[in-house]
């Protein structure tokens, strides 16, 4: 599936996008340039940075290595923004090898909340003050299908995906009469280079099948990146506290 540009439908704003390196975020990154933007693009991998920057070769791409579970690393990024943040694009984010409740150990638990969601809070929490004092802006999460239903990751991954929709309901909840729009999308299955391993001999015998036959086939990051941009864009004036599946039609199963 080829997906269509609109050249020029970010000119003159700044947009950051984490997880910017790979996937999704980066294809995001990709269409936001290519669209006339200027891109804060995160990622703690500086090897894909550093590809990421050759292959743009432009000085609207604006890389910064770092982690955003680091209070320092999420100053960093907004910093590098110089005051102005049109949009703003949470993807980062990491699986959990599907462990269920009884095998989850604290550190898996602790880092999946980090990355998907307490980093995604405080980096919102960085920038809602520059949009509201703009009076404008478009902030797009990305929960996953796992944020619908019980029957697509592990337990840790989630619980922080369905955290993402009420983080992202109570954001737009708060902030829309500001001019702040905030969204979600839920992806079904994306080909991406993050790490889904089953570390769990009963999650593949219980999940397992549940993927075999009720999941539609994988999309390509651009196909996520065309929902994101769109959110993101004045294009969706009209759109806020939506949760988006773009799945492929997973959710309707
Ligand atoms: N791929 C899928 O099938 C799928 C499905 C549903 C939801 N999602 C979600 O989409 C988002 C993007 O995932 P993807 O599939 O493109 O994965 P990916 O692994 O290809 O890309 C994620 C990027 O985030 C970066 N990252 C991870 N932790 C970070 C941190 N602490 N600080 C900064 N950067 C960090 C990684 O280095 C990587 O470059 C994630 O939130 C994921 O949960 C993916």
Redesign the pocket.
């Known amino acids: 599936m080829t997906t269509t540009l609109t050249p020029e439908r970010f000119a003159g704003r700044t947009l950051i996008v984490?997880?910017?390196?790979?996937?999704?975020?980066?294809a995001t990154t990709v269409r936001l340039i290519a669209e006339g933007g200027r891109v804060i693009a995160?990622?703690?991998?500086e090897p894909?940075l550093q590809d990421l920057s050759r292959e743009l070769a432009t000085d609207r791409l604006v890389a910064v290595v770092?982690?955003?579970?680091l209070a320092d690393?999420v100053e960093r990024v907004v910093s590098a923004a110089a005051g102005r943040v049109d949009g703003l694009a949470n993807?980062?984010?990491?699986?959990d090898d599907f462990l269920p409740l009884a095998e989850v150990d604290d550190a898996t638990w602790e880092r999946v909340m980090?990355?998907?969601l307490t980093?995604m809070m405080r980096l919102t929490r960085a920038v809602l003050p520059l949009m509201i004092t703009a009076g404008r802006g478009s902030i797009v999460n990305?929960?996953?299908?796992?944020g619908l239903r019980g029957s697509a990751a592990g337990v840790a991954?989630t619980t922080s995906?369905h955290a993402v929709v009420g983080l992202t309901r109570s954001t737009a909840f708060y902030y829309t009469p500001k001019g702040v729009r905030v969204n979600a999308i839920?992806?079904?299955?994306?080909?991406?280079?993050?790490?889904?391993t089953f570390r769990s001999p009963w999650a593949t015998e219980r999940l397992g099948p549940f993927l075999q036959v009720n999941v539609p086939p994988?999309a390509q990051?651009d196909e996520?990146a065309a929902a994101i941009t769109w959110l993101l864009s004045d294009d969706a004036s009209n759109v806020s506290g939506a949760i988006i599946p773009v799945d492929g039609g997973w959710a309707a199963v």
């Open positions: 984490t997880g910017a390196g790979s996937g999704i975020g980066r995160a990622d703690v991998s894909r770092g982690d955003i579970t690393d993807i980062a984010g990491i699986m980090d990355v998907n980093s990305i929960s996953s299908e796992a991954y995906k839920a992806p079904g299955g994306v080909k991406t280079n993050i790490v889904a994988s990051a996520l």
